[in-house]
């Protein structure tokens, strides 16, 4: 168990629907990352938050977006969801806001869009 | 762009057998890390490397991280069915954790 905890462990949803995915990041660390894991890209960072500021962007889509609050949870919103969004979404933290900080990650959301 | 480059991708071999999985990037970084992922789960760090030429033991994994930061391998000696998995190898650079390609790993009785 790495300490990290996401919510719901499954998501299936419509096209065209909102949904918002949940992490709870261990205990002491600063840093959330998000990520999105599908067979053809692998494991693609998303977003990472650093008490509770955006810190750094990666391959997210402005359909996609996420906060980090004042208690140090993130939730990640996907909105107008679409056929090819469908995939793992991970959440990982680090004490740190610096990649070199080592990460660790939550059990993952598996998004189902029908 | 920083890309890491995992080879093999599919690796399937008997138990007993010892492997070694490779990755290679254009980029230096800062330090890499390598985690193990299960179907349906997050990846798990298994180590972190920070020191060009530093060499890791975990058990039966030895991890190097090549003398100029921008490749490392994983050796695996005398593999066991638990040791299948997705091998991800993951290099740093300041604010970013960027992942390989992956090789997954079937060990069979």
């Known amino acids: 168990d790495s300490g990290v905890t996401q919510t719901p462990k499954h998501l299936i949803t419509a096209t065209g629907q909102r949904v918002t995915l949940r992490c709870s990041p261990r205990?002491?660390?600063?840093?959330v990352y998000w990520y999105q894991q599908s067979l053809d890209q692998g494991l693609q960072f998303l977003i990472q938050?650093?008490?509770?500021?955006?810190?750094a962007k990666g391959n997210i889509l402005e359909r996609f977006s996420a906060q980090q609050f004042p208690d140090l949870h993130s939730e990640l919103n996907l909105s107008s969801l679409e056929l090819g969004d469908s995939a793992l979404y991970f959440c990982?933290?680090?004490?740190?806001?610096?990649?070199?900080?080592?990460?660790?990650f939550g059990p993952g959301t598996r998004l189902t869009v029908t | 762009t920083q890309l890491l480059e995992q080879s093999p991708q599919f690796l399937s071999i008997q138990e007993g057998e010892n492997l070694t999985v490779y990755c290679n990037s254009s980029?230096?970084?800062?330090?890499l890390q390598w985690y193990r992922q299960e179907p349906g789960e997050g990846p798990v760090l298994l180590v972190t490397?920070?020191?060009?030429?530093e060499v890791k033991k975990l058990k039966r994994l030895t991890f190097q991280f090549g003398d100029a930061r921008k490749d490392s391998s994983l050796h695996i000696t005398a593999a066991q069915p638990g040791d299948t998995g997705l091998y991800l190898c993951?290099?740093?650079?300041?604010?970013?954790?960027?992942f390989g390609t992956g090789t997954q790993l079937k060990v069979e009785l």
């Open positions: 993951a290099g740093s650079s300041f604010w970013k954790l960027t």
């Open positions: 205990s002491g660390d600063l840093s």
């Open positions: 938050y650093y008490n509770g500021e955006e810190r």
């Open positions: 990982a933290s680090s004490v740190g806001s610096r990649g070199s900080y080592e990460q660790y």
């Open positions: 980029s230096v970084f800062s330090s």
């Open positions: 490397v920070v020191t060009g030429g």
